[in-house]
């Protein structure tokens, strides 16, 4: 926790190390299932935690996967008023928490792999994306055969299949957390019998 004093809004980061590539067999599995948690404002984290709660305005999730090595990243960022720590915390970790133990819905699972396929897609009208893609594939002994290879693998993925690639690289107690903000001065006010409610 970082003490941030007089700053309005305070700002959370959960995250931690996976081992993956974007050559694994996992690697579109992982990368789907982290778009229907919280890579677009249709996501989980974003319906639950914007939407239906109101704690956070800006929240979404992240992944990453090297293309030498197996290292890769998973994590979760936030922006909320102090006061709202505890809240948009636990919420966070029951929605990855039902993740895991549930997966999705078989609509919000054609939902959001059809989005993901259209999104990359689209991103092949940037010139910008294009000459990144060229000099990574330049580097890396690629054609745009293996991006086709991993859209027919993205359109063939199951619900099970992502849930049981985010259960082999998401773990819940290895997730590293970081609250910067002014909490002191925001702190939740006390109760009727004059003591303050536990905080994170």
Do not use: C, M
Request: a positive charge; aromatic letters at 6%.
């Amino acid at each position: 926790v970082i003490e941030t004093p007089d700053k309005a809004n305070a700002v959370y980061r959960a995250g931690q190390k996976i081992a993956l590539k974007d050559s694994d067999p996992d690697y579109v599995a992982v990368l789907l299932g982290n778009y229907l948690l919280g890579g677009t404002s249709d996501a989980r984290l974003a319906r639950r935690i914007r939407e239906k709660e109101g704690i956070s305005y800006s929240v979404g999730s992240w992944i990453s996967a090297g293309s030498h090595e197996r290292v890769g990243e998973f994590g979760v960022r936030a922006i909320l008023a102090p006061q709202n720590r505890a809240r948009l915390e636990a919420a966070v970790r029951e929605e990855i928490s039902r993740v895991l133990a549930e997966g999705f819905t078989p609509e919000e699972f054609e939902r959001g792999r059809n989005g993901l396929l259209q999104a990359i897609r689209v991103a092949r009208n940037s010139d910008a994306n294009l000459a990144d893609a060229l000099r990574s594939h330049l580097e890396l002994g690629r054609t745009y055969a293996w991006n086709a290879e991993n859209e027919r693998r993205l359109a063939a993925l199951t619900p099970d299949d992502v849930r049981a690639a985010l259960r082999r690289h998401i773990k819940l107690d290895e997730l590293s957390v970081v609250k910067a903000g002014d909490f002191t001065k925001n702190a939740p006010a006390p109760t009727a019998a004059g003591t303050s409610p536990a905080r994170n």
